[in-house]
Each structure stands twice: as C-alpha cells, then as structure tokens.
C-alpha cells in the first residue's frame, strides 16, 4: 500500500513538473513577443521622426527669405537627433553621366581629378570608374 501512495505522489510531482514547464515555456515565448513588438514600434517612431526632420529642414530651405548667405546653426531636437541645413546651387555639381559618356579621356580625367579632390586614394578612383563605365555601357 506504501509504495502505490509514494508512486502516485511521484507522478503528481511530475505532473505538476511538467506543467511548470509549460507555463515558464509560454510566459518566455509571451514576454520575447512583447519585447520584438516594442522594438519594431520604437523603430517606426524613428523613422516617422526622422521624416518629419528631413521636411522641417526642406520648409525651411524653400522659405523664401532663406538664402545661402542665411547663418542657419545646426537644429537638434533631441540628444543625437537633429538636423542641419545646407543649401547649395546646382549649378556646383558635376553631370557624371555626360563626363563618362563616350569615354573621352579629357572628361574622365576631370572627374577623376574630382574623385582625386574628395580624398580617393588611386586604386579607389579606378574601381570606381571602371565600375560606372559598364554601368553606363550596361544602359546603352
């Protein structure tokens, strides 16, 4: 009789073992779903502040009593996020599609002087033309 109750208190325990078991189980699996959805919300208001920075720079920018001579310090918002405007003419900037067009050596040693200007070593220079002439040729 002793041992059919000490039998029935084992498998109780076990039981009992098991059950503990599925609940730890389920409240890990509960508690890593909350934190991954936690983080995919902080991720998203993120990039909504992101957003809304880059267009209170871009209003700023198209304000029409806003000019290149404008001091305008840098905005930020709050600690690492913020933004800063710069405002420079097209008229600066290099066409690179009609530097590599045709392959003509004189425009690609401009842009390659450029390249040279901007703190590219030489074997980045050449990768990188060589790289935008196929890309180019790729096109045609």
Known sequence: ???LLTHRRGSALLLVLW???LLSAATFAWVT???SRLLAHGEDGRAVEARLM???GITLGLHPLVSRLTPLPPEELALGAGYELRIRSEGGKLNIYWLLQGEEPMKIAIFKQWLERRGLDFQ???T???CLLDYIDATM
Do not use: P
């Open 19 to 21: 059950a503990l078991l």
């Open 1 to 3: 009789m002793r041992t």
């Open 128 to 130: 990188l033309v060589d």
């Open 124 to 126: 980045q220079r050449e």
């Open 33 to 35: 779903w909350v934190q």
């Open 54 to 56: 880059a267009r209170s």
